[in-house]
């Protein structure tokens, strides 16, 4: 990531764009492990407003469970936010 801008809240980090880019990854979840099913990524203009996790579905022996993850959003967002810039040490 050298060349781009890193901004970190909460230890996510997020990249500088000029719109907002979410990554949203569902899981198969057992007890003992966990299966990625399918991943994609959205743009949009404005921020969306998402539960971190969300379970799609619940079955006896396993749930199926949505992330979402903001990967990239504009800088004054990010700042107006409270994200503070990463330093590389």
């Known amino acids: 990531m050298f060349g781009q801008k890193v901004y970190v809240k909460n230890k996510q980090e997020v990249t500088v764009a000029s719109k907002f880019v ?6 198969k979840m057992w007890r003992r492990g966990a299966s990625l099913v399918d991943e994609k990524y959205y743009a ?6 998402f539960k971190k996790t969300i379970s799609v579905i619940k079955r ?3 749930d199926i469970q949505r992330f979402v993850k903001l990967e990239s959003a504009p800088e004054q967002y990010l700042i107006e936010e409270g ?4 330093n590389y040490e």
Do not use: E, H, L, R
Not at 22 to 27: D, N, R
Not at 83 to 86: A, D, L, N, S, W
């Open 22 to 27: 979410y990554c949203v990854s569902i899981y």
């Open 44 to 49: 949009s203009m404005a921020p969306i407003n």
């Open 83 to 86: 994200y503070k810039i990463k």
């Open 60 to 62: 006896k022996d396993y």
